[in-house]
């Protein structure tokens, strides 16, 4: 578990700003969700929290720490991407420990480990599976047991949802909420789905064009919005 500060975060690419000083302080365990229009820099202020970008000036902390010079695999955070990109020679039980493997880790205690994440999604029958005999629901939710078996400080979620069908998001929601409140992890989970955003936030931060224009609970922004901007984006239909 861990909290997350943003400190006036700039991202450039080459002379194009993405991130135009960003301040976020998120909370040990807290469920933030971003929202804001395609190319506003979501997935950039994810990547940057993960390590994968390098940012241009300001500062990142992850339990108070500067991590901006910290390599990927030192800042203790699972990403889970809406192309969940399994591989498809290894079963289930194998993409889900495949961490644990790159670690070296005993086999039998890679099984050990990966059996609890396995019964939280209910994919104990399915262990020995290979990719392609799964749903679209079932591969996300082994994107998210593999998450989950890297034991992280924070998840990063990337529109997870957006490639299922509209019952099943509905029923993930669920699933990840519940999953939240067993795990306590803190997580920050980007959408375009904005009852996504009002059923599973503690708060949401409105982005536009690489800026914050609001935080707040869901209920703050619904009834409080600070502009029009954030009124006609949680107002909209998704
Ligand atoms: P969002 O996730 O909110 O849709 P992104 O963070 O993916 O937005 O992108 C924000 C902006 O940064 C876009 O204009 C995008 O084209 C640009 N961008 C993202 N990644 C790169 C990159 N690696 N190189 C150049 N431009 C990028
Ligand atoms: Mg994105």
Redesign the pocket.
Known sequence: MASVEFIDVRKS??A?P??KGIDITIADGEFVI?V????????????TLAGL?NISAGEIRINGRPVNTLPPKERDIAMVFQNYALYPHLTVAENMGFSLMLKKTPKAEIATQVRPAAEILGLTHLLDRYPRQLSGGQRQRVAMGRAIVRDPQVFLF??PLSNLDAKLRVAMRSEIKELHQRLGTTIIY?THDQIEAMTMADRIVV?QD?RVEQIGTPLDLYDRPVNQFVAGFIGSPA
């Open positions: 690419f080459g194009h993405v991130l971003l804001g229009p395609s190319g506003c820099g979501k997935s950039t202020l994810l990547r970008e990337d529109e980007v982005m690489g």
